[in-house]
């Protein structure tokens, strides 16, 4: 940081001079002409490339076995075209690699392919794409996923616990979506006013949006037991006793989540206060499981985890939530 005195014309003009070095490297001379904003914050912007069109970033990669992770990383760092060139041939092998991973990530698409190279480009315009949208929708599958996972538990259900299992995919897109999106954010301040995210608040949306995606993998687990149980009924006392565990649970998701887009602390306070209620109810379902066969009930106790974990991501949340500023 370089502080800089403020001066005063004759005729009560204000100004500062530019750091020299950053007008020579942006081409700032002599009749230059910039652009200055205020942001929501009370800051003053200057930009030197108001007038430029932004220019497609291309990211080029070689096959290898962590093509996949590869591709997701590009994707992730907010590369608008991905190409991926072999010295000789792409195998099917890898094609299909290719092909699988553009379609766990939403907007990109093959737009060129041939023997020894495939091209993928992202469609979409991050200003067009509001991160709490995107927030909100994967929270939304997120939500679903767990609630449709205990009723397939309880009700033995399998064809519900395998519509469970369909949406996680949707929840990873989302959630590649909104990384994506907030790096893009943080790298440039006028798409970050467009979209009315300060680059400080990103890091909460990441970290948020990375829990809601756990909570989407906690529920697909437990509807993974559920079709494991294949159709087995619980009986009234466990059922009963898993329900009001659930209930409580999804009300401290759900509280958490509001409190942190609304940035009410009170609501996020409740979630903490919790804490007893879930630790009693939880002893209550593992006992209430004693009645059951021995790999019957190390099951249920398995789900009884991972909606206390579901629990303690809604706590994380919570954690999260910061006042609004006056």
Request: charged fraction near 25%.
């Amino acid at each position: 940081m370089e502080l800089r005195k403020v001066q005063e014309t004759r005729g009560g003009t204000f100004f500062v001079t530019l750091p020299k070095d950053w007008a020579l490297k942006n081409g700032i001379g002599r009749g230059s002409v910039v652009s200055t904003s205020i942001t929501s914050n009370g800051r003053l912007v200057v930009d030197p490339r108001y007038n430029l069109e932004p220019t497609q970033q291309t990211a080029t990669i070689k096959p290898s076995q962590h093509l996949s992770r590869e591709i997701i990383g590009k994707y992730l760092l907010g590369y608008d075209v991905i190409r991926v060139e072999a010295k000789d041939r792409i195998t099917m092998e890898q094609r299909e690699i290719v092909k699988d991973a553009s379609r766990r990530l939403i907007g990109l698409e093959i737009i060129e392919e041939d023997y020894a190279k495939i091209v993928m480009q992202c469609l979409l315009e991050p200003s067009a794409l509001s991160p709490e949208k995107i927030l909100r929708r994967e929270h939304l599958i997120a939500t679903s996923m767990y609630r449709d996972a205990i009723t397939a538990l309880i009700e033995g259900d399998v064809q519900l616990a395998k519509s469970v299992t369909a949406r996680d995919n949707e929840v990873d897109r989302l959630y590649f979506l909104l990384v994506r999106i907030l790096r893009t954010v943080v790298q440039n301040p006028s798409l970050s006013e467009k979209l009315e995210v300060q680059p400080i608040d990103c890091l909460d949306y990441r970290l948020t949006a990375s829990l809601v995606e756990s909570v989407g993998d906690q529920s697909l687990q437990i509807a993974e037991y559920a079709v494991r149980l294949n159709g087995t009924k619980l009986n009234d006392d466990v059922s009963r006793s898993l329900l009001e565990f659930h209930n409580v649970v999804y009300e401290s998701y759900t509280d958490a989540f509001a409190g942190f887009l609304s940035r009410n602390i009170s609501i996020a306070d409740s979630v903490r206060d919790k804490r007893d209620t879930v630790e009693g109810l939880s002893n209550k379902v593992e006992s209430a499981c004693n009645t059951f066969p021995m790999e019957t009930a190390q099951n249920l106790i398995s789900v009884i985890s991972l909606v206390t974990r579901i629990y303690d991501h809604s706590v994380d949340i919570s954690d999260l939530t910061t006042p609004k500023v006056r």
